[in-house]
């Protein structure tokens, strides 16, 4: 009976919490464009100021509204805010280690320098992941022209391409589309960035030792953490087997030639890493390139700069790049 009452209080807050976190949708029309910020922040602004919180059960959220306090924050005053706050579900998803995104103080600052730096190794400073981008958008063009002209959403081969170039970095590969590992990893990663925005995951912050007693959608975030571990698990197993610690061929080596269990730098951390790099990278990433495709659909006239075929003979023969 308590239980039950549970559920039914947090259902009702549910309703209070939920709001729309769709994906974008290839369609034309206003509801294109993205939404403008919530209003209830910045009424509660003008009537308690521009930094604010709330307390939502035991979590407290503190609001900072106004470009020049966001700047304070963020800018200026940047070392004193750097330090990740408590929350239930990253503790239980990412304790005691952290990886990269959810851990403080020297772990963080030596992990975050790390992954800079093994990204400028691997890809930014010496042109490896331009290539790799111009590569995967052949083998994209290729998947969107297998379709003929047929309407169909992009969305899933933009999030296979994105965490293709990431897994150029990690695990020194790409993965065919057709691959039933890259699709196994696009489903546990689309489907962990879906959950983590349903209002069952803010109630599992709020009331965490209740929540992890309920069933609930939340609890598929656990499931996919799960999936993705072992994946990757396997990934540095393979790597292990065929480490040059000379000639370190991935983000995966270079970390191996590192762990000595100090500082974040241990095989189950490393786990933890590689995961915060898929989910910084790829749903952002895909999103961004979702928005660019429905604003180039909704203004063709800028859409006909893009289209150089015609214009340019050797267009399949060499890509635009960067320098």
Same mark, same amino acid.
């Given at each position: 009976?308590?239980?039950?009452?549970?559920?039914?209080?947090?259902?009702?807050?549910?309703?209070?919490?939920?709001?729309?976190?769709?994906?974008?949708?290839?369609?034309?029309?206003?509801?294109?464009?993205?939404?403008?910020?919530?209003?209830?922040?910045?009424?509660?602004?003008?009537?308690?100021?521009?930094?604010? #919180?709330?307390?939502?059960?035991?979590?407290? $959220?503190?609001?900072? #509204?106004?470009? &020049? $306090?966001?700047?304070?924050?963020?800018? +200026?005053?940047?070392?004193?805010?750097?330090?990740?706050?408590?929350?239930?579900?990253? +503790?239980?998803?990412?304790?005691?280690?952290?990886?990269?995104?959810?851990?403080?103080?020297?772990?963080?600052?030596?992990?975050?320098?790390?992954?800079?730096? =093994?990204?400028?190794?691997?890809?930014?400073?010496?042109?490896?992941?331009?290539?790799?981008?111009?590569?995967?958008?052949?083998?994209?063009?290729?998947? =969107?022209?297998?379709?003929?002209?047929?309407?169909?959403?992009?969305?899933?081969?933009?999030?296979?391409?994105?965490?293709?170039?990431?897994?150029?970095?990690?695990?020194?590969?790409?993965?065919?589309?057709?691959?039933?590992?890259?699709?196994?990893?696009?489903?546990?990663?689309?489907?962990?960035?879906?959950?983590?925005?349903?209002?069952?995951?803010?109630?599992?912050?709020?009331?965490?030792?209740? =929540?992890?007693?309920?069933?609930? /959608?939340? %609890?598929?975030?656990?499931?996919?953490?799960?999936?993705?571990?072992?994946?990757?698990?396997?990934?540095? &197993?393979?790597? &292990?087997?065929?480490?040059? /610690?000379?000639?370190?061929?991935?983000?995966?080596?270079?970390?191996?030639?590192?762990? %000595?269990?100090?500082?974040?730098?241990?095989?189950?951390?490393?786990?933890? #890493? #590689?995961?915060?790099?898929?989910?910084?990278?790829?749903? +952002?990433?895909? &999103?961004?390139?979702?928005?660019?495709?429905?604003?180039?659909?909704? %203004?063709?006239?800028? =859409?006909?700069?893009?289209?150089?075929?015609?214009?340019?003979?050797?267009?399949?023969?060499?890509? /635009?790049?960067?320098?």
């Amino acid at each position: 009976m308590t239980k039950l009452r549970a559920s039914r209080v947090l259902l009702s807050t549910q309703r209070i919490l939920c709001r729309n976190h769709d994906a974008p949708q290839l369609t034309t029309g206003r509801h294109c464009v993205p939404p403008s910020p919530p209003a209830a922040p910045v009424q509660l602004a003008e009537t308690y100021g521009n930094v604010f #919180c709330i307390r939502v059960g035991q979590e407290k $959220t503190v609001f900072v #509204c106004g470009w &020049k $306090t966001v700047k304070e924050v963020l800018v +200026t005053q940047a070392d004193k805010f750097v330090d990740r706050p408590y929350q239930a579900f990253v +503790t239980r998803l990412c304790a005691p280690l952290g990886g990269i995104l959810c851990c403080n103080g020297k772990t963080w600052r030596t992990q975050r320098h790390f992954a800079m730096g =093994m990204l400028r190794t691997f890809g930014l400073a010496n042109g490896t992941l331009e290539r790799s981008i111009c590569q995967e958008s052949q083998h994209l063009q290729r998947a =969107m022209e297998e379709h003929k002209g047929e309407l169909f959403d992009p969305a899933d081969l933009l999030n296979r391409a994105v965490a293709n170039i990431i897994c150029q970095v990690i695990f020194g590969r790409r993965f065919d589309y057709s691959d039933p590992k890259i699709q196994q990893l696009h489903e546990n990663l689309t489907d962990t960035f879906v959950r983590l925005y349903v209002p069952w995951a803010q109630l599992y912050n709020a009331f965490p030792a209740l =929540m992890k007693r309920l069933p609930g /959608p939340h %609890n598929g975030i656990f499931t996919n953490f799960q999936a993705l571990q072992e994946f990757i698990g396997a990934q540095i &197993k393979s790597h &292990k087997l065929a480490l040059d /610690p000379s000639d370190p061929r991935d983000y995966i080596d270079a970390f191996l030639n590192e762990a %000595n269990g100090e500082l974040g730098f241990t095989e189950e951390n490393l786990v933890l #890493c #590689c995961m915060d790099l898929f989910l910084a990278g790829t749903e +952002t990433s895909s &999103k961004t390139l979702q928005w660019g495709l429905i604003f180039l659909i909704q %203004n063709p006239q800028i =859409m006909g700069g893009f289209l150089l075929k015609d214009a340019c003979p050797e267009w399949n023969a060499k890509w /635009p790049i960067l320098a």
